[in-house]
């Protein structure tokens, strides 16, 4: 188990040996095989013997003994190349880290590194730990990543983020890194807990991952001597060449709100880089509909097109990730002695593969999934139905704060003066105005304000899904605010939209008001019918689960709303405090 000090016991090291020597039969036997070899960048010819979840050989020869239960496999008509490496997923938009785990093995997608921070905020340790060890038993292989702040402004954050917690997450063996340093202004401003947590982290040769946006040669340069070892936001070439130049690992991104990877590659040729060995990709964790074509398959066909030599694109996804985390004993080759990942495609230049092995099982087969039985008691983690025992009243829905929020994009907000009358049932259904409204899930706290640009003619939107968990109500008319709050209640948290007293949406997120227990699949469908709701009623951008998601997140400018109240990013300040129920 990966959780396990180590990969494999002395007893199935020993097993595997014996394959090679005759005395013990492999369990797949891949021969005719033309496989990619990332080391020495070629495509070669060869026969792969299996044992369980391991490639115990790689070459010409045959097994001296094949037993009844050896799956021999005629790979004459595919190509092999190992299993893509995902360096940046947001496991909990929507989605839960076993769906989509499932769903990535559709598109070869086998390894993943996870972000801990839904983890951190709403369960007990013990839990989440006890979570990670269960999710090893699936064929995927999940490791994470370690936060060292809440991106957010929350009351408890000294105890959320102890020394203690911090300490055991990065001493956990599944976690990888740690960041992302989505708290660095902090850091440079002398946190020196988060520093030490950085050096605790890098002493146990873990990486860190930064979240930089914008950050400049002089920025980059100093969190690089803090310690920052990669950096995925980067928006342009040039921005990815100061990167470089600094000595940090490069993920090239494509995501819902950030399809930069086209436009970055056309930047990188026009500068003349052509050496892909410090890059590696990701889609940065988007909501379900993005992932409908593709997950890190797609990435690898976007570079193709876009003249990436093939081999290269291919080691952006498997190698160059596996040698950055120091995992390339174990992932990024289809060599002795790794992961029995491997993906089964038909041709160079068509990344989607045909067939899929993870940890020596098959997870698709002939273009046809193959569900794993492998399912999770989630209440067993404390991952429960959202259960509010308390009641949204008319009193809660009272506005009279000077100045609103206006959305200038699906994640930026600024502020804005207010003039209209908020007095009033319902707002002008004309105008891009709609209540705004921040209560605790516990009913402890409460902020009411105005937002702008978000919508015309909403009704009540009301939603649990939010980064730190509390709850967002949205909407021109009180009535339909109130119901479709008392609808959220009934189903355990989710997403509801009231239009004039009827409900036209929901989506039930019974895992802790903030994730479905849907396939992937199916919230895709969903998603899809939530998006078309709001644009049909003024919603202008490409993502609301996101604009949901960083209302309460303070590492964006420039207005949020958090546990403390209205915040200032740029300034660090409250500018209200919450008002207490």
Known sequence: MIGSKYRWRSRQLREHVEVLDGKRSPSMLLYNATYLHGTVKQWIQGNIWVYQDRIVYVGDKWPELIDENCEQVDCHNSLLVPGYMEPHVHPFQLYNPLSFAKYAFNFGTTITVNDNLALVLKYKKREAFSFLEKLNTIPATMYWWSRFDSQTEITDEETVFSHANIKSWIEHPQVIQGGELTGWPKL?????????????????????????????????????????????????????????????????????????????????????????????????????????????????????????????????????????????????????????????????????????????????????????????????????????????????????MPFGIKLENAVITKPYSINIDLSVEEIDPNADECFLTFINRNGRWRINTVLKGFAKNLGGFVSSFTNTGDILLIGKRKSDLLLAFQRMKEIGGGLVIVDKG???????????????????????????????????????????????????????????????????????RVLFPTIMR
Request: charged share 25%.
């Open 502 to 572: 009827s409900i036209i949406f929901e989506l039930p997120l019974p895992l802790g008001g903030v994730v479905s227990d849907l396939a992937i699949e199916e919230l895709i469908v969903k998603e899809k019918q939530l998006r078309n709701i709001l644009h049909e009623r003024g919603y202008l951008f490409e993502d609301p689960i996101y604009t949901l998601l960083f209302f309460s997140s303070t590492h964006l400018p420039y207005i949020r709303m958090t546990p403390r109240g209205l915040f200032d990013v740029m300034k660090k």
């Open 188 to 400: 440079l401003n002398g946190d020196d807990l988060m520093l030490h947590w950085m050096q605790e982290t890098k002493s146990m040769n873990k990486k860190i991952e930064g979240h930089f946006p914008g950050a400049s040669e002089k920025t980059l340069a100093k969190l690089k001597l803090l310690g920052a070892d990669s950096d995925h936001e980067a928006m342009t070439g040039e921005e990815v060449k100061r990167r470089l130049l600094q000595g940090y690992m490069v993920p090239l991104r494509y995501s819902s709100i950030r399809p930069d990877l086209p436009n970055i590659l056309d930047d990188l040729n026009k500068l003349g880089i052509n050496n892909y060995e410090n890059f590696m990709l990701t889609t940065d964790g988007s909501p379900p509909s993005f992932y409908e074509n593709g997950i890190i398959d797609l990435l690898i066909k976007i570079c193709i097109e876009k003249g990436v030599p093939p081999i290269d694109a291919y080691l952006m996804a498997t190698l160059n990730p596996a040698k950055y985390y120091h995992l390339d004993h174990l992932h990024g080759l289809i060599a002795t002695g790794r992961v029995a990942n491997i993906n089964f495609i038909s041709d160079e230049k068509l990344p989607r593969p045909v067939s899929v092995l993870a940890k020596g099982q098959w997870v698709r087969k002939d273009n046809h999934n193959i569900e794993n039985t492998v399912d999770i008691q989630w209440e067993d983690f404390g991952f429960s139905p959202l259960t509010i025992d308390w009641e949204l009243t008319t009193d809660d829905l009272q506005f009279s």
